[in-house]
């Protein structure tokens, strides 16, 4: 019996067990599906199933550069306590390195490339891990970066993940360039900017937050009694300097410089490449914060001790 690409999806749905894996049950057991369920199950792949569907929302966000190559990678747990594992943390990294080794498409092609300096794929690493550790796991997302400097931060020990990636010329002192890019990764886990610069913000966005701050300040004009034409012109005024605080507040290089707020971090890069006879570019960033975004499944530990007591 053959197989198709869609049988090998179907299967990865049921079972949760990597492409790769599922392609090489459907080819022993002749492309019957509930045969090769129980080919990854005899061989230990669907036993982690049972934990698939539980929320991962801790974890660890992890940065790293690998021969000039920056990762950044958000790998996720049931629990904040396997943030701690040791095996976890080395998975973590192992799963990173694959990304700057593979330059993979996305989280399934990353799954199917090999672990470095092992035989098994990282999606095989993964389902030992989930059988070991006893709690659901999953790669939820990574970004490579390839040219230019890239310098990592990881704070409160894998909470938020960042790279900041510099295009650097006409300059020999690099320990100052990574200084600079550590500050400017510090400010990026702190003040969660969405986008490097005003020209990068999301067009739909910014009209309507234009479109909230204009109705806002007709309002406020209208409450001082001012005619409806005169109330709306001052308005429209009044949007120009509100999207520029909005600016301040998005875009990391338009952002205040937290260790010299009186300059924005565009600023504070030129002033430290001038100080440093060349030139600097802030060319792209990226902050993973560990569950950003996962609705978190809130258990009530008191009702769960009653049902346990009935």
């Given at each position: 019996?053959?197989?198709?690409?869609?049988?090998?999806?179907?299967?990865?749905?049921?079972?949760?067990?990597?492409?790769?894996?599922?392609?090489?049950?459907?080819?022993?057991?002749?492309?019957?599906?509930?045969?090769?369920?129980?080919?990854?199950?005899?061989?230990?792949?669907?036993?982690?199933?049972?934990?698939?569907?539980?929320?991962?929302?801790?974890?660890?966000?992890?940065?790293?550069?690998?021969?000039?190559?920056?990762?950044?990678?958000?790998?996720?747990?049931?629990?904040?306590?396997?943030?701690?594992?040791?095996?976890?943390?080395?998975?973590?990294?192992?799963?990173?390195?694959?990304?700057?080794?593979?330059?993979?498409?996305?989280?399934?092609?990353?799954?199917?490339?090999?672990?470095?300096?092992?035989?098994?794929?990282?999606?095989?690493?993964?389902?030992?891990?989930?059988?070991?550790?006893?709690?659901?796991?999953?790669?939820?997302?990574?970004?490579?970066?390839?040219?230019?400097?890239?310098?990592?931060?990881?704070?409160?020990?894998?909470?938020?993940?960042?790279?900041?990636?510099?295009?650097?010329?006409?300059?020999?002192?690099?320990?100052?360039?990574?200084?600079?890019?550590?500050?400017?990764?510090?400010?990026?886990?702190?003040?969660?900017?969405?986008?490097?610069?005003?020209?990068?913000?999301?067009?739909?966005?910014?009209?309507?937050?234009?479109?909230?701050?204009?109705?806002?300040?007709?309002?406020?004009?209208?409450?001082?009694?001012?005619?409806?034409?005169?109330?709306?012109?001052?308005?429209?005024?009044?949007?120009?300097?509100?999207?520029?605080?909005?600016?301040?507040?998005?875009?990391?290089?338009?952002?205040?410089?937290?260790?010299e707020n009186k300059i924005t971090v565009e600023q504070h890069v030129q002033q430290v490449a001038k100080s440093l006879g060349g030139k600097i570019t802030v060319k792209s960033f990226t902050r993973f914060e560990k569950g950003e975004g996962i609705e978190k499944k809130q258990d009530d530990f008191a009702a769960e001790v009653a049902s346990l007591a009935g």
């Amino acid at each position: 019996m053959s197989f198709t690409a869609q049988d090998v999806k179907e299967l990865r749905e049921a079972t949760g067990v990597g492409m790769m894996d599922c392609k090489k049950a459907l080819s022993e057991t002749g492309g019957d599906m509930e045969k090769a369920i129980v080919y990854l199950r005899e061989r230990g792949l669907a036993a982690a199933q049972k934990k698939a569907g539980r929320i991962t929302a801790e974890g660890v966000a992890y940065a790293a550069v690998f021969d000039g190559i920056g990762v950044v990678i958000e790998v996720n747990s049931e629990t904040d306590f396997v943030a701690k594992n040791d095996t976890f943390k080395e998975f973590v990294m192992s799963a990173a390195e694959a990304v700057a080794s593979n330059d993979p498409a996305d989280v399934d092609a990353l799954l199917a490339c090999k672990c470095p300096g092992g035989d098994k794929t990282v999606a095989e690493q993964l389902q030992e891990l989930i059988l070991v550790i006893g709690e659901n796991l999953s790669v939820r997302r990574f970004k490579r970066y390839s040219d230019g400097l890239s310098i990592p931060y990881i704070h409160a020990g894998g909470k938020i993940g960042v790279i900041i990636n510099l295009e650097v010329s006409g300059i020999s002192d690099m320990d100052a360039v990574t200084e600079l890019g550590k500050d400017i990764a510090m400010q990026t886990a702190a003040m969660r900017p969405m986008y490097l610069d005003a020209s990068s913000v999301d067009a739909g966005e910014l009209e309507k937050e234009k479109e909230i701050q204009l109705y806002k300040a007709i309002e406020e004009n209208k409450a001082k009694n001012l005619p409806d034409d005169k109330a709306r012109q001052i308005a429209e005024k009044m949007v120009i300097g509100r999207i520029s605080k909005f600016y301040e507040e998005i875009c990391l290089l338009n952002q205040p410089y937290v260790k010299e707020n009186k300059i924005t971090v565009e600023q504070h890069v030129q002033q430290v490449a001038k100080s440093l006879g060349g030139k600097i570019t802030v060319k792209s960033f990226t902050r993973f914060e560990k569950g950003e975004g996962i609705e978190k499944k809130q258990d009530d530990f008191a009702a769960e001790v009653a049902s346990l007591a009935g």
